[in-house]
């Protein structure tokens, strides 16, 4: 089964705090997701990686980096936390492709920022 | 500018009765929709797909049917169960997978 691991299920921080969310996949895949997750908005795309150092720009990359360094491991970057960026964040992995079709999400990552 | 969306936020059966969530999106040139559930506290999850060249497509007590003309697709789940209850999603992809808001489904004993 294919595993996306997500190093915490829930995180608080405080406004202006530097916060790094860790995803790891340990099937291979080359395509990696970070979305965000609000009541009513769905998920919306942060940053994606379709390979080792490259990362492209979703539809909300405002306030946001990320970093892939190796293959299983993309990490988001809160640079300076605030309150709008309370949410619950969601990791994604899929096979390599042009275009993310079945997605294996982690159990997600609930953040307050206070 | 594209679009994925859901007809109504919060659906309540019966268990044992059939449930359907309708699912409406904009871009034409979409030639192939996902399923997700998502159950509390966890990750969204694959159902079932379907691309374009169908219109109906069966999976284990769910069917999912696509109506391009109309820009529309719903999911039906036979025979409700509790287990049943979750957030629901139909998804996009159009260089990178679009997401619905979510219809939430309560199963009622």
């Known amino acids: 089964d294919v595993k996306v691991t997500q190093s915490s299920r829930y995180l608080v921080k405080r406004t202006g705090e530097k916060v790094f969310l860790e995803c790891v996949q340990d099937?291979?895949?080359?395509?990696m997701f970070w979305y965000r997750q609000d009541p009513g908005l769905g998920l919306r795309l942060i940053y994606f990686?379709?390979?080792?150092?490259?990362?492209e720009k979703g539809d909300i990359p405002e306030g946001y980096s990320v970093s892939r360094e190796k293959k299983e491991r993309f990490s988001l970057i809160l640079e300076s936390a605030s309150t709008n960026q309370t949410s619950m964040y969601l990791c994604a992995s899929t096979y390599s492709g042009t275009v993310s079709y079945e997605q294996y999400f982690g159990p997600g990552t609930r953040l307050t920022v206070t | 500018g594209e679009s994925v969306g859901l007809h109504l936020p919060t659906l309540s059966v019966q268990e044992g009765d059939n449930s359907i969530i309708n699912c409406a999106y904009s871009n034409s040139a979409s030639d192939y929709f996902i399923w997700y559930k998502q159950e509390s506290g966890k990750g969204p999850q694959f159902i079932i797909d379907?691309?374009?060249?169908?219109d109906k497509r069966q999976g284990q007590r769910v069917t999912v049917l696509l109506n391009k003309t109309v820009k529309h697709l719903s999911l039906q789940i036979a025979a409700t169960q509790p287990g049943d209850s979750a957030v629901y999603f139909c998804?996009?992809?159009?260089?990178?997978?679009?997401f619905g808001a979510g219809t939430r489904l309560a199963v009622h004993p």
């Open positions: 099937m291979d895949h080359e395509n």
């Open positions: 990686s379709y390979d080792v150092k490259m990362k």
């Open positions: 998804a996009c992809p159009h260089n990178k997978l679009i």
């Open positions: 379907i691309r374009s060249n169908m």
